[in-house]
């Protein structure tokens, strides 16, 4: 019976917040159009929840390029298609740079790291971040040698196999996660080290459950979900371990130290934590630390990867364009090792490779938040106001693309075959957030 009150008092609780929040929210007629919310659970009922970016665009068609959703008692705003989130991110950045505070995300990272974070936070670990890649090769010859190295290892895996069925996933996540470990930690483990599966596993299971209805639950009523069963309890089990393994790992490393022969990543950072600086307490810390390296290795890994084996199941479906990506390469670079100079060389290959990633569509949307009461295109929009810049209907705009439902290289290939730019190709977003 006491079960019984507590759960009827915890929905009348959440009637009356529901009820005021919308009445508040009644009073701006020129907050964006949506669908009529229910009380308590607000649009979940209509939501796609493994796919929520085709909810988004169905409802883009009844609703306009901006328009408004209800998650639990949260209203977010929505913008489609290319133009509409251009204006937003590049021409009002300064209303729409802000992050949201997604209380999942907060819980799981305290907000330390870079991939959600916010503020002064932010902004000195993502010029760590920047500067740190590049000292350490990103964009440069060596980070070519790293990655040719490690292809030869992946070819070699391929090989074991004698042409046998096999599943490449963990072998090219290994691959790929070898490239970014060596900048993290100047180390690479054997595709079959238990150490390096077991990360893997954590950060494969973590982004097959982020979709999951209990993290969408988590965010909309944190204060109920937190002590219920679901996925969002392993998600976090998930990051303690990898954080443990990540203090265990730079716990080493600052034994060895040599602030004159800084190895990585993390030797750079934990010689930041040395130099006695007011910058170096508020956020050369361990947490940060230890988030930011989970960020790097958990985002570059995933999409990379994924994109990889988006890579290799095209060109199976698609063996005429494979053909052709076949005969530039072997035109272009014959036996050798493929370089970032034959780029520019390659026209074809290079649309192909872009022509991948749109149709993938790794990242569907991008979360932003309100800075300041803005009125955009017409709408007015609170401070605070989460934003969802849906890239899916960028990547998708028929405007910019002939065929946006196809696999179809010609969108980045001009009359003479040369590569063509598209501004509408958004597959990590535009402005501030896309340039972490």
Same mark, same amino acid.
């Given at each position: ?19 005021? &929040?919308?009445?508040?929210? +009644? ?9 009529? =919310?229910?009380?308590?659970? $607000? ?28 998650? $639990? ?12 989130? &251009? ?23 305290? /907000?330390? +790291? ?8 932010? &902004? ?96 909309? !009523?944190?204060?109920?979900?937190? !002590? ?8 976090? +089990? ?61 985002? /570059? ?36 090792? =493929? ?20 149709? +993938?569509? @790794? ?20 401070? /605070? ?23 179809? =290289? ?6 003479? /075959? ?11 977003? @535009? ?6």
């Amino acid at each position: 019976m006491d079960l019984v009150m507590v759960l009827i008092s915890i929905i009348v609780v959440l009637l009356l917040v529901n009820a005021f &929040k919308n009445q508040k929210q +009644g009073k701006n007629k020129h907050f964006p159009p949506g669908p009529t =919310p229910l009380p308590i659970i $607000g649009n979940m009922h209509i939501m796609d929840i493994r796919r929520p970016h085709k909810t988004f665009m169905k409802l883009a068609k009844k609703y306009g390029t901006v328009f408004s959703i209800q998650t $639990g008692m949260s209203k977010s705003v929505v913008l489609c298609g290319y133009d509409t989130i &251009k204006d937003a991110l590049i021409n009002h950045a300064e209303f729409f740079s802000e992050r949201p505070l997604s209380p999942f995300f907060l819980e799981a990272t305290k /907000g330390y +790291g870079i991939v959600f974070s916010n503020g002064e936070n932010w &902004k000195v670990m993502r010029r760590f971040t920047l500067s740190t890649l590049r000292d350490y090769g990103m964009g440069r010859k060596t980070i070519e040698d790293r990655i040719i190295e490690e292809s030869e290892c992946l070819i070699q895996k391929i090989r074991s196999y004698q042409g046998k069925p096999f599943d490449n996933l963990t072998s090219i996540n290994a691959a790929v996660s070898n490239i970014i470990v060596s900048i993290l930690l100047s180390k690479r483990f054997d595709y079959e080290d238990p150490t390096i599966l077991r990360l893997m596993g954590l950060v494969s299971e973590n982004v097959k459950l982020l979709s999951s209805p209990s993290v969408m639950l988590y965010n909309c !009523y944190p204060f109920l979900a937190k !002590y219920l069963p679901g996925a969002h309890k392993t998600i976090f +089990g998930n990051i303690r371990t990898f954080h443990d393994f990540i203090r265990r790992t730079f716990t080493k490393q600052k034994t060895e130290l040599d602030v004159n022969d800084q190895r990585n990543l993390i030797d750079v950072f934990l010689a930041k934590q040395q130099e006695g600086k007011l910058e170096s307490t508020q956020y050369y810390h361990n947490e940060n630390l230890t988030a930011l390296v989970v960020d790097l290795f958990g985002a /570059g890994m995933e999409t990379t990867s994924s994109t990889l084996r988006w890579a290799i199941l095209l060109m199976m479906k698609y063996p005429e364009i494979q053909k052709k990506v076949q005969k530039e390469i072997e035109r272009v670079i014959g036996s050798a090792h =493929p370089q970032m100079e034959h780029k520019k060389l390659m026209p074809y290959t290079d649309a192909v490779i872009h022509e991948i990633q749109r149709f +993938g569509d @790794l990242a569907p949307a991008a979360l932003h938040s309100v800075s300041q009461d803005v009125t955009f295109r017409g709408h007015f929009i609170p401070e /605070g106001t989460s934003v969802i810049a849906l890239l899916h209907s960028a990547l998708r705009d028929m405007e910019y693309f002939e065929k946006p439902d196809e696999f179809y =290289p010609g969108h980045f290939l001009d009359s003479n /075959g040369n590569f063509k730019k598209n501004e509408a190709f958004i597959p990590f977003s @535009l402005g501030i957030i896309n340039n972490n």
